[in-house]
């Protein structure tokens, strides 16, 4: 909205600073942070009133966890609130890359939204049917991923492309919409399975966001991009202040979220900022990357496949509990010292992924 300003530049000079995408970038990510810091507040309070009990704690869980009981859920609430208007005030309005990167967010938002809210009501820790919840994240994915497609120039736009090769692609065709939606739906799930303790899933999410900013970018500049030797795909920079605001949200939602938290993301953050960050990885061409960027997200998928594959072929277990993290609590791990170490973790990955881009 901002950037109608530019308009006026011809008058005032100073309004020309709007065209910078790194200069609205910051103002994004400020503006969300402050969003989430006033009225997250008035937020939690209105949650706490009407959820009572708040979120159910599972039964099958680690002992820890009961003395979190009464917490209230759906602070994705308090981080989407950030993302929307901060992108809405400061993003470009006119590229598709913004638009299907927010529909994505908030049609995955509303699905976390109804998850939660039928936990909270039944109290319970089964929500909405898996089938269909999935069913409807692939209908959004393939929209997106479709929209994708016809926005950039065939037959790139239909490739799945490799980091450390610039010419090495391949070419999928109309095979692309299944692929870039199942990426899309196992970045919502696989942010979804992370987030079960304090702070544990906003950190990564932050770091992810900064990583892919970073990529779109540079993958949005015809001169940056010629220069790392990486794929250009036009327009993908103005997502770059989609991320800054995901960034400032993060940093807004984890001074309430810090253990012991106030408030838990729930599936309504989870699935719409993990379909966020896939979706961006879609339109920037980075889809392999996101594999390392979002390693802990990775991961934490993958322990609960591996372990749910493995119980039912042979009535054995491979991790103490799924996802990993709990895993670790088993083992005797603290909290803090999980959710520190997978931030490390998180920071160390997202510097390899960005390391691809120079190694061409």
């Known amino acids: 909205m901002l950037m109608l300003l530019t308009e006026l530049s011809e008058h005032f000079s100073a309004l020309n600073v709007f065209r910078y995408i ?6 994004a990510m400020i503006t969300a942070a402050l969003i989430v810091f006033l009225f997250g507040p008035s937020i939690i309070s209105a949650l706490r009133i009407r959820q009572g009990k708040g979120q159910p704690i599972r039964a ?29 005030l400061w993003g470009n309005l006119s590229s598709i890359y913004v638009w299907t990167v927010l529909l994505v967010t908030i049609s995955f938002g509303a699905i976390g939204f109804y998850d939660d809210y039928m936990k909270v009501t039944k109290q319970s820790h089964l929500g909405v049917s898996g089938k269909f919840r999935l069913a409807t994240e692939f209908v959004i994915g393939g929209i997106a991923a479709w929209v994708i497609m016809r926005a950039g120039q065939a037959p790139f736009s239909s490739s799945l492309t490799f980091p450390f090769f610039k010419e090495w692609m391949i070419h999928l065709g109309w095979f692309f919409i299944p692929f870039a939606a199942f990426v899309i739906v ?26 892919f900013g970073v990529i779109a970018y540079l993958s949005g500049n015809a001169v940056f991009a010629d220069y790392l ?32 938290a106030a408030i838990f993301m729930g599936d309504t ?3 719409a900022l993990g379909g966020l960050t896939g979706t ?19 991961m934490e998928a993958l322990s609960v496949i591996i372990q749910v594959g ?27 010292q999980i959710v520190i170490r997978f ?11 960005l390391s691809t881009l120079k190694l061409r």
């Open 310 to 336: 493995y119980f039912k072929m042979t009535g054995k277990r491979v991790f103490l509990m799924a996802p990993i993290h709990h895993h670790f609590e088993k083992k005797g791990w603290t909290e803090s």
């Open 343 to 353: 931030w490390i973790v998180a920071v160390i990955l997202a510097l390899a992924g």
């Open 229 to 260: 030797q990486i794929h250009f795909v036009p327009g993908t920079g103005e997502v770059a202040v989609i991320l800054g605001a995901v960034v400032g949200a993060g940093l807004g939602f984890l001074w309430f979220n810090a253990p012991p």
């Open 22 to 27: 790194t200069f609205r970038t910051g103002g």
């Open 60 to 88: 099958d869980g680690p002992q820890t966890h009961f003395k979190k009981a009464g917490t209230p859920t759906m602070g994705g609430l308090m981080i989407l609130t950030g993302i929307l208007v901060s992108a809405l």
């Open 269 to 271: 953050g989870s699935l």
């Open 280 to 298: 961006v990885a879609v339109a920037t061409k980075h889809e392999v990357v996101m594999i390392i960027i979002g390693g802990v997200f990775v």
């Open 186 to 211: 196992g970045a919502g799930n696989a942010v979804n399975f992370t987030d079960g303790l304090d702070g544990l899933a906003i950190v990564p999410i932050m770091v992810a966001a900064s990583a």
